[in-house]
């Protein structure tokens, strides 16, 4: 479980985020949304402990992150940020990164490790990948790897930054599906994402951010309901009945005369 206690963030001395309440639970994908610069990479970031807070406290596990070590949040917490490096490494030495943090001095990998990390792989049915270099994989591919990572570091808390950016509808829909296996899993699985129909499929919970805080929280059925998507967007969410159950059409709504 991550929590967020009166946090406020932000970058040096001016804040993004203020007085955040928030608690995420275990075993659902919740999806932070919201405007362009409203803080949702933000959150992700003083959530991993890359931007120290600027007041208030963020909990892991019940535990303030302040009082943990580097070791022992990458034990409960794993974070795949939006845009990184691609390295010269296999996938399969790209996911064995992921037990780094189970590693004592002299940082040797034990076969432990390499079973976990083979055993993460085929979770995400990357086997095929292991030898490949990173460079040479497709984004849809490279995002396979870094969730099968994230699964081989044995977490409680996964955080994804915009996962599904630049990838095709087919890949998309497996990061998302991978997600959906590891919030089965028991996981808190908490993700930023620009895309309203992903959300609207996969989440369980929505969290829309707007002027520093939080402006609708729920179901993402409800919040297009109750008029929260089109009060944080600006767009329509259009109710559409289907053979089998019903979708949201989103459009832009007409422009004040």
Known sequence: MLEFRHLTAGYGKRPVLRDLDLTLNPGEITVIGGLNGCGKSTLLKTASGLLPPLGGQVLLEGRPLSE???QQRARQMAYLPQGRNVPELTAFRM??????????FPRQYRREDFDAARAALAWVGGEHLSER??????????QKVYIAMALAQDTGVILMDEPTTYLDIRARFEVMELAR????????VVMVLHDLDLTLRFAQRVVLLAEGGVAADGPPARLCDDGSVERVFGVAAVKVPL???EDYLFRPLPKAP
């Open 68 to 70: 943990l070590s580097p």
């Open 95 to 104: 996911v064995l990164h992921g037990r780094f943090a189970y590693l004592s």
């Open 133 to 142: 270099s990173m460079s040479s994989l497709s984004g849809g591919e490279r």
């Open 181 to 188: 296996r590891l919030a089965g899993m028991g996981k808190t």
């Open 243 to 245: 053979d089998r159950g």
